[in-house]
């Protein structure tokens, strides 16, 4: 720890995964794929050149998909030994594929008031106007904030500040890609600074699970699906998330195996709209959201599938009894 007399420690850790932020040309694959280091990455960006104010380190070099809840786990054990180093803030450089979903497991399991941002890129390093840079700097000077200490991990893209618990990416290509589409932006960047305009309400972290999270899965809704993927999940599964249709409906015929399923595991319902909540008393028909809690089914309130998943996993790695499932659920959303 840092006494009082001493000058405040601004040096910010970063922590790159992979990425299109870390991705150029190479001789080995025909497309871009990661090759940039972390060194490479901090040096392409003016204003970052040269200090000692970062310190980078290479944790792993995968694109977005190929990151497991593992490495996560990992991840969130490097940050938090960072604080007991006395980095102000942790930046951590990943693939935008799955970058809503690792941000969102890192808030769930980190303790801590030092500011932990994650940043990505949409266009590779080798292509004209790579938001890489940009990108970067914006996240270590919102690492560097005052205001964003006890906020939540973070995600900024785009001169954006978003909190890792609403953070969708909601376009495949445009660098203007990530939102919150339930709450919007908690801040921007702006001349160099973080401006928050809200900040999320503090929830308790879970247990760090050692090792990888149960299995969850997620079944989407879809027109005329006959629910065969349904079909074979216990003893397969610790889990399901239903993607069902608007405020939390799916086709009648769906019901009496998830009935079943629920009986066996936790089934949560969340919407695969992605934006805006399930309803809980509105509908009253044959798979409609009424219907399903009747069955046992648990709302996801407002929280997308892929977050919904990630939270149920994290719950059943803490053996979270089914009643304080629920009440997780709602709390969190
Ligand atoms: N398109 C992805 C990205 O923006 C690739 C990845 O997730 O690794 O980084």
Redo the contacts with the bound molecule.
Sequence with gaps: MFSADRAPNRTVLVLTL????A?TRTAATPGVA?TLTGSDLVGAVPGLQGTDEVTVEDFRQ????SLATSDIVSLVERISRAIREGFVGVVVT??????EETSYLTDLHYQGAMPVVFT???RNAASAGADGPANLLAAVQTARSADARGAGVLVVLGDEIHAARHVRKTHTTSPGAFGSPNTGPLGHVVEGAARFHQLPKPVAPLPLPVGELPQVEIVTASLGSSGTLLKGLEGEVSGLVVAAFGVGHVPESWCSRLEALAAAMPVVLASRIGTGPILTSTYGFAGSESDLFARGLIGAGTLDPYKARLLLAALLAADTPRTEIAKAFLDRS
């Design positions: 992979g990425g299109t932020i991705m990661p995968l694109p977005g998909a990943q693939g935008t594929d799955t970058l990505g890129a949409m």
